[in-house]
């Protein structure tokens, strides 16, 4: 059967290549430490790593590839940036149509005496700039959200959501987990302080690896949520107050970032290629699917396609959401994720809550041709009931 993977949103399938190939190197062959061992083969490694950061900050204009910490992904970045720098007390602005890597750890802080406030967002997912400029006024510790939703593929208006914050000198925290590597990310000129991001999605690298980049003045007010060895100022029993190694104790995952490293040569060189593929491929999706709506199958997020990933999540209003992606991978060889997709109130949002929706996410090397053969096994599922 042809098989046709549609969980790009989940994770990037397949990986870049040579990713595969970097990690066995690695493992094979350098297997080392590093920042501990004085020797040639750990100071390579050491180098690749360096060069690593700095392939991130080019990408995502940040402040510097000391500003770069790496961590085991999106999750990861978002509990070490919301947990070291919130307080009681200090209120945060979040949307509702966050993933509960922000959701979870924001609700334990919650019990901690931390105010959190939601913005609203419309039924395309669509943050709400006017009520988001009136709670920033009010003057917030931070204002966390992700650039796009992972539910319905919508893109939040950033760039006007960064400007908002420098005016009311509010900290701007992002969760790039489904933009970054396909979508454009300026951390400058959007006036992003901190962006979590994974390697595993749209950087076409493996799981396991991601980071956080944020800037000096944000990094200082930051308690480290991991305290241990840095391999620097190793007198000090406390953590360094320099980046990286202040929010970077224990040993890294190198196999990982030489995967990610290969995933950042390839993404330098064919980048530009893959994000105007995948955007088109994911439009042509949208438009496929979006021809068929009728009263009981429904596309949801905006249909402003400049503001678009390549994720479309749809309703079968008269059937049951889980069995219809249970046959569209059964009988079509079709991979998509039904459900809440780990984010309950983008669903409340949407208006697709508790039935959740079957998410088609495309990625850079999904064709043409199988996104009309998609149309055709919904079209089929949907005459057929
Ligand atoms: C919007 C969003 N944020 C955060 C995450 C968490 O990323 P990770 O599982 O790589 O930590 C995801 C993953 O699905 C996501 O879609």
Not at 233 to 253: C, I, R, Y
Not at 269 to 295: C, I, M, N, P, Q
Request: hydrophobic share 40%.
């Amino acid at each position: 059967m042809r098989r046709v993977y549609l969980d790009n949103g989940a994770t990037s399938y397949p990986k870049a290549p040579g990713v595969g190939e970097a990690m066995c190197h690695f493992i094979t062959d350098v297997g080392c430490n590093i920042g501990r061992g004085g020797y040639q083969v750990a100071y390579d490694a050491a180098a690749l790593v360096l060069e690593t950061r700095e392939q991130l900050n080019t990408l995502l204009h940040g402040p510097g590839s000391r500003n770069v910490i790496f961590t085991a992904g999106a999750t990861a970045s978002l509990n070490l940036l919301l947990k070291g720098l919130l307080r009681p007390g200090d209120r945060v602005l979040t949307t509702t149509m966050e993933h509960n890597a922000v959701l979870r750890p924001l609700t334990q802080l919650q019990k901690t005496g931390v105010e959190v406030v939601f913005l609203p967002c419309g039924a395309d997912g669509a943050l709400d700039l006017e009520e988001c400029q009136a709670r920033l006024s009010q003057g917030a510790a931070a204002l966390v959200m992700s650039h796009a939703s992972n539910v319905c593929g919508t893109i939040q208006p950033i760039g006007a959501v960064g400007t908002l914050c420098r005016r009311y000198g509010v900290p701007f925290l992002v969760d790039g987990a489904q933009t970054v590597g396909m979508v454009p990310v300026d951390m400058a000129d959007m006036h992003i302080d901190a962006l979590a991001f994974p390697g595993h999605k749209g950087l076409l690298g493996p799981q396991g690896i991601g980071g956080l980049i944020l800037t000096g003045a944000l990094a200082r007010r930051i308690e480290p949520l991991l305290a241990g060895g840095t391999g620097s100022v190793s007198q000090s029993l406390e953590m360094p107050d320099f980046l990286p190694d202040k929010l970077e104790a224990g040993t890294l995952n190198l196999p990982g970032i030489y995967g990610l490293h290969a995933a950042l040569s390839y993404l330098e060189r064919e980048g530009a290629t893959l994000r105007v593929h995948a955007r088109k491929v994911g439009l042509h999706l949208w438009a496929r699917l979006k021809e068929l709506e009728y009263d009981g199958f429904r596309v949801t997020g905006t249909d402003d396609l400049s503001r678009r990933t390549g994720v479309v999540s749809v309703d079968f209003l008269k059937g049951d959401n889980g069995e219809m992606a249970f046959r569209l991978e059964q009988e079509y060889g079709i991979a998509t994720r039904c459900g809440l997709h780990c984010a309950p109130t983008a669903h409340q949002t949407i208006g697709t809550y508790p039935q959740g929706t079957v998410r088609f996410s495309t990625g850079p090397f999904t064709t043409f041709e199988d996104m009309d053969y998609v149309q055709d096994a919904v079209w089929r599922l949907l005459t057929e009931r």
